[in-house]
Structure formats: structure tokens, C-alpha cells
């Protein structure tokens, strides 16, 4: 066992935090990624993600715990990109891409202020990366709380949004409230990438909420079972990742441990890279891809 | 201070015909992952003690690969997220690995436009000067098939390699953009000013020029205003694209409202 679990790993208690707070993050990820697959918001959730990252850097300089900069500034960027227009498909990675823009502009301010301040030239390299260790046990509550409101949100919303995305012209006809419903769903993306960002960091954000779900999709042979299989997926990633790390602190070239982000990422895209070269695609993956096809000839319209 | 304005200019010039192609085709998350996720290339290089150009061209290639590659059979926004964090992965095992780079990531993504050395202006005008003369002599079939991929299609203009030959001049203008302005503000810089351009005008040359003036106007105003504040770059480029999308959005309104006027007039 010893060649697996280095010794001291299950009483270890960083681990133990990590461990548990990156099952609740992968799973909330991985089951609001496959509503952000299937809609074609990639961009869009990853941007979410580096936005909320500035508003950590912002909550930094005025002395706030980061853990509600990343909220507030998740939440306010969802709800000014949904203001100026992402409905459209085209038209709405522009603008995505300007509110990523300027938001990544204020990161630069408040990064330079914050090295003005206090000198901390790591700052920039962990917002990116995010540190899996070093939670603080009194945001844990907190993060949760809203990682569950997200998830609840996506699967009370499941139905409806899955039609919306189908076609929005028969999800109008039959009196779903589209904009409203994409609106809800882009807050609890938000949301749960703001958390995931706030943890392990803007990449493994994207990685966890894209890999798992688009690897899913192409596996699964209906949409509640893809959820299911994103998030198992998700979970293991982390779990493995997480083993990997630990074991990894006595292996060169530097002898301080490789980074848990590398081990995850790597995970998560092999995982998809097996799916996407499997020779046959499955049933779910046409169904899915008649859905993208149809979605396209919407917005197309 | 020369080569500060050379390089920058240089600089705002590709920007602007490549966030024009960009915007147009909707490629706009491709823009922010090849110059970012370029950055592990950096990172790479310094470890093995090679250039950093050196680096950032392998990666960004790479990425375009990566990205045209996964788009064949996927969709292409999760495929650039894919290609995105795998490259962003290896940076940050790549940074684990080395000891004194915390300073140097930070200059490769916010940019260093105050120290351009004199021997970094020479091939950021050359790499430069390649991507525009690229760009130039596919200028038509890359026109078509991003404003019509369907007319252009029957044609005979693949589709898939025009976006592979866009995603690789993209590589070769990244890899000389990002030691100069850094990966997070080539993205501003390419979207914000062809953005505004687009709703300012449809006709597609004089979008790419006015793309090209805005960019240029950002960047001169900005560097001015950020060494008389010493406040980085990217937060005036960044905040100046948002401005000028804002406006072009705002003039397009309200030209459809006088339109509309005219017409029901």
C-alpha cells in the first residue's frame, strides 16, 4: 500500500479538507458543465472564472476575505454579460471577450496595487493557479452552502434548460421563460466557478468544469446519465490527482512535490482524449450532436 | 523609451488585423488561450535555459494544433478549453520545477512594455512583418470563409484549414506579442478595438483599418497615461476596449433608431 499512499496521507488534515471540498467542488462543476457543454458556453465559463479571480485580487486590496470578492464579481460579471447581449451565439463570445478584457485590465490594477501594498510578487501566480492547500476552515460553511444552491438551481432547472438549449423556438411555444431560465443558469455557473476558482484556481476551474462533462457527453446515452458519469469522472480526477501529489513531494527533478493542477488537468483531458478517439461514437454522442446541430440551426435563424 | 514606442506599435498593428479576423469568425476564445496558455512555453524555455521566444512559439503552435486538431470531431469551444488547461497544466508543473520564475510569469502575463531591450525590436518587427505579409496573401479566402464559411466551402476553400492557418499566424503573432505587452492584455488589445470596429462599420477593409487605428490610439494614449501614473498597461488598454465597445454598440443603436425613424417617417 505504501507505494500508493505515501505514509501519513489518511491523517493528514489539509488533505482530508482538500479532499472533501474538492469532491463537493468537482461534483457541482461537473453536473453544471454539462448544461455549459451542451449550450456551447465554454468560453463563457471559463471567462466567469478568471473575472472572479479579480475580484479575489480586488478583496485582497481592501482588506475583505477574497472567498466573497470571487462571488461578487462572478455574480456581477454574469449578470453584465447577460445585460449586453449573450444570447446570440456569435455575438455573445465578443462580448464575453471584452468583459474578460476589461476585468482582466482591473486584475493588472489591483495586482500592481497589491504588490504596492504588501510586496507579494506570488500573488498573480496563485490567483492563477489557485492553492488546494491552503483553505481556510472558516469559508468552508460558506462554500458549501452556495456550492449546493448552484447545483440545486442547475437540477431543478434541469428539464426546462435542456429544451431551452434543444430549441429555444419550442421551449418559447411551450411557455418556458428562455431569457429567464439562461439568465438563472448563467448566475449558478457563476457561482459555481467563482467557488471552484476561489480553491483550486481559474485553470483547474475550466478543467473540472468542461473535461469531465465533455467527455461525459460523448459516453453517456442520456443527459441524466452523463451528469452522473461527469461527476464520477470529476470526483476521481481530483481523488487520483490529489494521491498523485502527495506521492509525487519525494519525486525529481525538485523535491517539493508537483502541482496538483498538473496531475488533474493531465487526468481530466486524457479521460476525454480516450473518449474522442474511441473508434465508434455511441448513440449519446449523435443525440448530442443532433441537439448542437439543431441548437446551431437556431441561432443560425 | 524608443523601443518602447517601435515595439508597441508593432504590436497594436498585428492586433488589430488579428482581433478583426478574430471577432469576425468568432474566435474569440482561441485568442485568449493561445497567448495565455503560450506562456508555459516561457516557462519551459527558461528551464532548459533557452530563449523564451523559443518557448512561447513551440507552445502556441502547439496550441493551435491542439485546437484545430480536437475541433475536427468536437465542438471547438471545448476544445480550446481542453487544449487551454492542458497547456496551462504543463506551466504550472513546469514553474513547480524551476525556482526563480515567480517574477518572470508575472512580467510574461502583464507585460514588460516599459523594458524592451534593443535586441528584442529587431525580431518582434520581423515575426511581425511575417504574420501581417500571412495574413495579406490569404487575404480573400480567409475573408470568405469567415464571413460566408458556406459559400466559401463550395468554393473549394476547406473550412477547417483556413481556421488551422488563422490559429497559426495567431501562434507566430503571439509569440512575439507576449514578451512585449503580455498574454492578458494581447487579448484586450485584439478584441476590444475590432469589436468597437465592427459595429461601427460593415464594410469589412474599413473595419480592419479602423480595428488597426483604435488599437493604435489605446495603446500610444495608454502608454502616455501609464508612465505618468506608473499604473500597468493592461488595465488602460483593457478598460479603453470596453469603452470603445460600448460606444460602437451605442452608435450602432442609435443609427437602427434613426433608421427606423426614416422608415416608419
Known amino acids: 500500500m505504501h507505494y500508493i499512499f505515501e505514509p501519513g496521507f489518511f491523517t493528514s488534515g489539509p488533505v482530508h479538507v482538500a479532499l472533501g471540498v474538492g469532491t463537493v467542488i468537482a461534483i457541482t462543476s461537473a453536473v453544471v458543465g454539462v448544461f455549459t457543454v451542451i449550450r456551447g458556453q465554454s468560453f463563457a465559463g471559463h471567462s466567469l472564472a478568471d473575472i472572479?479571480?479579480?475580484?479575489?485580487?480586488?478583496?485582497?486590496?481592501?482588506?475583505?476575505?477574497?472567498?466573497?470578492?470571487?462571488?461578487a464579481f462572478g455574480a456581477g460579471a454574469a449578470a453584465f454579460m447577460e445585460m449586453i447581449g449573450v444570447q446570440r451565439r456569435r455575438g455573445r463570445d465578443v462580448a464575453t471577450g471584452v468583459v474578460l478584457g476589461a476585468a482582466l485590465g482591473l486584475a493588472a490594477l489591483f495586482l500592481y496595487l497589491d504588490t504596492q501594498s504588501s510586496s507579494t510578487t506570488g500573488v498573480s501566480f496563485t490567483v492563477l493557479f489557485g492553492s488546494m492547500f491552503v483553505l481556510t476552515p472558516s469559508t468552508v460553511p460558506a462554500l458549501i452552502v452556495s456550492a449546493l444552491l448552484a447545483l440545486a438551481t442547475v437540477v431543478v432547472l434541469a428539464r426546462v434548460l435542456l429544451l431551452s438549449?434543444?430549441?429555444?423556438?419550442?421551449?418559447?411555444?411551450?411557455?418556458?421563460?428562455?431569457?429567464?431560465?439562461g439568465a438563472a443558469y448563467l448566475m449558478a455557473l457563476a457561482v459555481s466557478v467563482a467557488l471552484s476558482a476561489v480553491i483550486i484556481g481559474s485553470v483547474l476551474s475550466t478543467a473540472l468544469l468542461i473535461g469531465p462533462a465533455a467527455t461525459a457527453l460523448r459516453l453517456a446515452r442520456s443527459p441524466v446519465r452523463a451528469m452522473a458519469t461527469a461527476a464520477g469522472i470529476g470526483v476521481a480526477a481530483i481523488w487520483v490527482g490529489v494521491v498523485l501529489a502527495y506521492d509525487s513531494?519525494?519525486?525529481?527533478?525538485a523535491g517539493?512535490?508537483?502541482?496538483v493542477s498538473f496531475f488533474v488537468v493531465t487526468l481530466v483531458v486524457g479521460g476525454y482524449l480516450v473518449a474522442y478517439l474511441r473508434p465508434r461514437p455511441s448513440r449519446a454522442a449523435a443525440a448530442a450532436q443532433e441537439i448542437l446541430d439543431t441548437e446551431q440551426a437556431c441561432s443560425a435563424a | 523609451m524608443m523601443n518602447t514606442w517601435i515595439a508597441a506599435t508593432a504590436v497594436a498593428v498585428i492586433a488589430g488585423v488579428m482581433g478583426f479576423f478574430a471577432v469576425l469568425r468568432g474566435s474569440t476564445f482561441a485568442a485568449h488561450a493561445i497567448p495565455n496558455g503560450a506562456f508555459a512555453g516561457a516557462a519551459g524555455a527558461s528551464l532548459l535555459?533557452?530563449?523564451?521566444?523559443?518557448g512561447l512559439a513551440v507552445f502556441s503552435v502547439a496550441g493551435a494544433l491542439g485546437i484545430a486538431g480536437l475541433s475536427r470531431r468536437a465542438r471547438s469551444d471545448v476544445a480550446t478549453a481542453l487544449t487551454f488547461v492542458m497547456m496551462l497544466g504543463v506551466g504550472a508543473l513546469f514553474v513547480s520545477w524551476s525556482t526563480e520564475y515567480a517574477q518572470e510569469a508575472y512580467s510574461l502575463l502583464f507585460g514588460e512594455v516599459f523594458g524592451v531591450a534593443e535586441?528584442?525590436?529587431?525580431p518582434i518587427l520581423v515575426l511581425g512583418a511575417v504574420s501581417i505579409a500571412a495574413i495579406l496573401v490569404m487575404f480573400r479566402p480567409l475573408m470568405l470563409s469567415s464571413a460566408l464559411p458556406e459559400v466559401a466551402e463550395a468554393r473549394g476553400i476547406s473550412t477547417r484549414r483556413m481556421e488551422l492557418a488563422f490559429l497559426l499566424v495567431m501562434a507566430l503573432a503571439t509569440s512575439m506579442t507576449v514578451p512585449v505587452v503580455g498574454a492578458l492584455l494581447?487579448?484586450?488589445?485584439m478584441i476590444g478595438p475590432a469589436a468597437a470596429a465592427r459595429s461601427l462599420t460593415a464594410r469589412p477593409v474599413l473595419a480592419m483599418a479602423l480595428s488597426v487605428a483604435i488599437a493604435l490610439v489605446t495603446v500610444w494614449a495608454g502608454i502616455v497615461v501609464s508612465y505618468q501614473t506608473n499604473w500597468p498597461l493592461g488595465f488602460f488598454v483593457g478598460a479603453a476596449g470596453a469603452v470603445f465597445f460600448l460606444a460602437g454598440r451605442g452608435y450602432a443603436a442609435a443609427r437602427r433608431r434613426l433608421a427606423v425613424r426614416a422608415a416608419t417617417a
Open chain 1, 256 to 259: 517539493r512535490g508537483w502541482p
Open chain 2, 49 to 54: 535555459g533557452l530563449n523564451a521566444l523559443v
Open chain 2, 186 to 189: 494581447m487579448f484586450s488589445l
Open chain 1, 249 to 253: 513531494y519525494y519525486w525529481p527533478p
Open chain 1, 52 to 71: 472572479s479571480t479579480t475580484g479575489g485580487s480586488g478583496a485582497f486590496l481592501v482588506g475583505i476575505n477574497q472567498f466573497w470578492g470571487y462571488l
Open chain 1, 165 to 181: 438549449s434543444l430549441s429555444t423556438d419550442i421551449a418559447a411555444a411551450r411557455g418556458v421563460p428562455v431569457r429567464a431560465v
Open chain 2, 119 to 122: 535586441g528584442e525590436v529587431l
